[in-house]
């Protein structure tokens, strides 16, 4: 199996969810999408991340991205730890997550690291903008829960950055300044930014974030 990486099609598939059977391009539509896995049902660290996807979930929406996760775990079990994340987090589950049983889908977006764990899979985000291009991967370990502040942040930098040649600094949030990209002239700079812009150096310039 070949390795995924950034700008690639993700690859399609079918496969049955907590909310029936989907064909992942047909579910995503032309929408973005985050496609996460976890480890195994019942397990804590998922079942705080699942509630808190649900919590996040009209931000999603905002954004236009739609949300499905993946265990390896069965459909039943899938809709008993829904229950258990329900009353735990105080939410409603209201995205699909797949039953990955014979991990086809873990395998074919290398979810599954044998030196982590041959039989879990560890903890992968990928969001795939609405051309299905992977457009960002961030693999952590099982034993550390996701920031999905962070994957907003990522998701606005992804869409601004789609429409405008710009680029966002570190630790960048949706409203603040950005930089241009180094292969816009000042002149053609001060045509497609007209609010104006800041020369750093020659290679570092700042402009109020556009589209605001």
């Not at 292969?183 to 045509?191: F, G, H, W």
Request: proline letters at 6%.
């Amino acid at each position: 199996m070949s390795t995924l990486r950034l700008g690639d099609k993700a690859p399609n598939f079918d496969a049955e969810t907590s909310e029936g059977k989907i064909n992942f391009y047909d579910y995503l539509g032309k929408s973005w999408g985050v496609l996460f896995s976890h480890p195994a049902d019942y397990t804590p660290v998922c079942t705080t991340e699942l509630g808190t996807a649900a919590k996040y979930m009209k931000e999603f929406e905002k954004r236009n991205v739609k949300v499905l996760a993946l265990s390896v775990d069965g459909l039943e079990s899938h809709k008993n730890w829904i229950k258990d994340i329900n009353e735990t987090q105080n939410t409603t589950v209201n995205f699909p997550i797949i039953a990955d049983e014979d991990r086809k889908v873990a395998e074919l977006y290398d979810m599954i690291h044998p030196n982590a764990d041959e039989n879990l899979t560890v903890r992968s985000v990928y969001i795939i903008d609405p051309e299905k291009i992977i457009k960002l991967m961030i693999t952590y370990p099982a034993s550390t829960g996701r920031n999905f502040d962070e994957l907003l942040r990522v998701i606005d930098s992804l869409q601004l950055t789609s429409g405008y040649k710009v680029a966002t600094p570190a630790n960048w949030k949706n409203g603040e300044d950005v930089v241009i990209s180094t292969s816009i002239s000042n002149e053609e700079a001060k045509t497609l930014f007209p609010k104006g812009f800041k020369e750093v150096k020659p290679y570092l310039r700042l402009t109020p974030q556009p589209g605001n």
